[in-house]
């Protein structure tokens, strides 16, 4: 993946391009970069398990609010597979970093596969939940929590969708294989969230 | 189609404009017959979805997203040709830039344009304040004065020109050739017009502007018209540039520091960027949350706030100001930071003096970042939340002043037995130090929980906050635009009216706040449009000062236009600094080094004989002359730290 | 030759002087500003002493950076012909960095002490209370008594009974009065209740109810002031409590409660 930053200036480079930047960390900057945005991605869910939090905690408010169901079977099923949408990430990397082309397409699409899954199932949990938003603060922060985290799988898809083009391009070898890597980070963090966001909504 | 639509530029924005109106309309008529809801177009609905998408289609269509685009759909790798990259014209500066240096200019003059506005806004505050009754405003336009007013100042100007000082003169100091993600850079500036646009434009919406103040506190918030959805998604755009600033600022010093620039050999402007990038990173995206649920209860029927639904199914009302507070703290010190950062680089180079204490500033810094988290609901000492939170936070709020300290007494130390160059930079910066003493100081009174209960929500509040913002905040950044001015602009700016615009400045923003203790004291609310007979007197001294407050910007503003285009030439280090920005030429070579400079010593090694901060290409940097040590070495207090 | 850099004997001691002296002049100008509305509750006397210590303690310090500044910039200053000069390099003093970062540890500590303990004396509950409902609404305070017989009456305007402590009974006599119990509740947004005379407020937060509690000791009429923006009339928000004889509130209790409810 060209780096998105500095160019090296290759000697036969007749215009004058920037010196190259010196590494002060063995930390890669793309990698690093992705981490941090994950920690400020953290901190808006964080706001809306504060939310959670007061309607559910403080308020004293019953979960959930009466009249109101939550499907944990569905829900659960959607679960396993995000889980088994990381798996597949992880195998897609895998096989880059080993060179193996074929394995690479084949769990960039799985994952996009699996991941869309999970948006359509939950999709279909919306329009079939029977009480809305609006029906109650409860009903506000359940959609609220749920849908963000379903615009952040939406997100991860695009980004994945990306490094899937790419990867049919011909993009990505062992020695570069951060255009799967960062993303593939990313699809994590919104696995991870979504296990906190299921155990805490329709669990406890 | 004409070459002009197709290539990155205004033309293009604008057709992207009219194609952004155009879907959003489409998207939510679409929505709207999907439910079945009448009538079937809506104007709110409309401009509410077209607010934030109308921005975006802006950006694509301006070219902030043209490469990754490009790269996202897979195809060869091109070369860089730093086509967008350095300005050679006036209009340069006016489009997607990669560069640095153009997009920390952009920044410093986009947030000056929205500090004149916003700034106006308080003039006309001042107007209606003069007297008591209703002269030129009702209640309601003069609620969206202060609350536009003090929402421009805050995301607009204060937060931002700070990143865009940063976003200059970062890269040079710590030796490299740009920022990490200089695309994601230029995207950053770009939201930010697009922000002051939305705020600003609230003016026109039915129902007026955003008039529940910048705290936008539920559910008044909740209960507005269409107005206040500038302020909310306009917030949106201000966060996410700050964030992204901040990622970028992280990575690029964590990354991308010269050789032999350790943690400990950076200058502190670096470590105050450090240390505000991770409270923005951390904080910004409580802002964003609590916004989130004001337009989701607002425009969607949600019930995050609402308290009238039932029992069994209400919202809590008190829960916005925890997640706005949460941020807002925080978005203080982001605020005071990187000021801090500026004075310690000018104190030092004016004081001709290595920083007193370096560690411990550094060490100051990331302990106010850790403490700052700890001390929201001092914000809500009379909000009715749990009584037993108001003890501890009193506590946490008291224990910032020793860091705060630890830093002014630092900085006097600095100065001390130095040799001090008395120009406006660092005029403005003794003006900080004890001005900010006084904010810093009614701070600790406030901390005091039965003295805020008496105090919260009026004119001593007011006071304090422009002590620590006017007095704090601006007063370094004027310090920072003029020390950094030449280095900019390859020009100097005259020396006589910068001073006279310090001498305006401070005497004029004392005779404004100073007396809005008192008046708060005695029983003057904040955010009135009208009030007791008993204040007039004050008020109108009050409003008087603020107006020659007003004028006296006017002064700095020539003074920077004109000294731009007519200054005499400023060469590569007119202070005899040692910092790597000086040893470039002024303004620096696009790509800022030959070579990365190799660094060997502190960065404020002044008076000790032969240090050398950094070796440029092989070359040792120009001679700083070290001159006699300006008193006899046998000082008592003479002790050399390891840097 | 005397280097005028030279920080001499008579240096500190001209410093010290003026920071001295800076710190009694501007001691006295805190202490003597009327910066409190007339005091007429009980709460209010801790506070306000509490403000008078904080500015005891306030002064000292601006005036020992203020002076420390304005001597360095006598003092230090580059002269003609300094240019190329440079200062001492000092990087640090250990022993100094301890003591700034100690004694300001230990002023807070203290000042967080007497404040808590001056909130738990205004915080403070007594067994005999008048239990009043204060309502704010855009854009108006009501209050809501409880009559005999547990009949509730509305008023636009507090009264509180205070009995005379001595012969004095008018305007600013001192008196003893029973502690007031507000129950605040807000209608449509928030607002904050506010008796600056009485230094307590506490805001009206839609959903919940709040409280606060007063003690007053002094008979006069005092402004009730909202401090939460809650729109438009924001700025007039205001209403008035009277704090009057025994007598004169029967007399104003028995004529609301014996009235139509409106």
Known sequence: MEAASISTPPAHHEHHGPPEANKSSSVDAQTLGMLLFIISEIMVFGGFFTAYFFIRVVNGNPWPAEGEELPKIIAGFNTAVLLSSSLTMHWALEAAKHNNRKALKAGMLATLLLGSTFLVVQINEYVHLGFAPYDSAQASIFYGLTGLHGAHVFIGLTLLLFATIRAFRGHFSAEEHRGIEVPGIYWHFVDVMWVIVYASVYLL | MPAQLKAPGWYRAGAFILLGLAFCTGLVTLIRSLYGYTPLIDGEAITIVSMIGVPLFFLVGLGAFDYWFYWASGKDTRPEDHASHGAHSWRDYFKVNTDHKVIGIQYVCTTFFFMFIGGLMAMMVRAELAAPGSQFVDGQDYNSLFSVHASLLIFLFIVPVFAGLANYVLPLMIGAPDMAFPRLNALSFWMLPIAGTLMSISFLMPGGAFASGWTAYAPLSTTQPLGQMCFTIGVQFAGASSIATALNFLVTIITMRAPGMSFWRMPLLVWANFATSLLVVVATPFIAASQFFVLLDRSLGFHFFDATIGAGREGNVIMYQHVFWFYSHPAVYIMMLPGFGIVSEILSVKSRKPIFGYRMMAFSLLAIVLLGFTVWAHHMFVSGMQSWIRVPMMITTAIIAVPTGIKIFSWLGTMWKGVLHLDTPMLFCLGFLTMFTLGGISGVMLAMVPFDIHVSDTYFIVAHIHYVLFGGSLFTIFAGVYYWFPKMTGRMYSQRLGKIHFWATFIFFNATFAPMHVIGIQGMPRRVADYAEQFAGWNMAISVASFLLGLSTLLFLYNMVNSWRNGPEAGSNPYRALTLEWQVSSPPPIFNFDEIPTVVGGPYEYGVPGAQHAILGGRKPEPVAVGAVASAVSDADTETEES | ?262
């Open chain 3, 1 to 262: 030759m005397k280097n005028p850099r030279d920080v001499t004997r008579t240096d500190v001691v001209r410093m010290l002087a003026v920071g001295i002296l800076a710190s009694a002049v501007g001691i006295a100008i805190g202490l003597s500003i009327d910066w409190f509305p007339t005091a007429a509750a009980t709460q209010a006397g801790p506070i306000d002493t509490f403000y008078d210590v904080l500015i005891i303690i306030s002064v000292p310090v601006f005036v020992l950076v203020t002076t420390v500044v304005l001597f360095s910039v006598i003092k230090f200053r580059m002269r003609a012909g300094e240019e190329e000069l440079d200062g001492p390099p000092t990087h640090g003093n250990t022993r100094l960095e301890v003591i700034w970062t100690a004694i300001p540890s230990i002023m807070v500590s203290i000042l967080c002490v007497y404040g808590a303990s001056v909130l738990s004396e205004i915080d403070a509950a007594k067994a005999d209370q008048l239990q009043v409902t204060a309502y704010a609404q855009q854009f108006a305070w009501s209050f809501e008594y409880t009559g005999p017989n547990g009949k509730k009456f509305i008023a636009n305007e507090l009264y509180v009974p205070c009995a005379p402590s001595g012969a004095a009974t008018g305007e600013g006599a001192a008196c003893n009065g029973t502690q007031v119990k507000f129950d605040i509740k807000a209608v449509d947004v928030i607002h904050s209740f506010w008796i600056p005379s009485m230094r307590m407020k506490q805001d009206a937060v839609p959903g919940i109810t709040t409280h606060t509690k007063v003690n007053p000791n002094r008979i006069g009429t005092y402004s009730v002031v909202c401090a939460e923006l809650c729109g438009i009339g924001h700025g007039i928000m205001r209403s008035t409590v009277h704090v009057v004889t025994p007598a004169r509130y029967a007399a104003w209790f028995a004529a609301k409660s014996a009235a139509k409810t409106a």
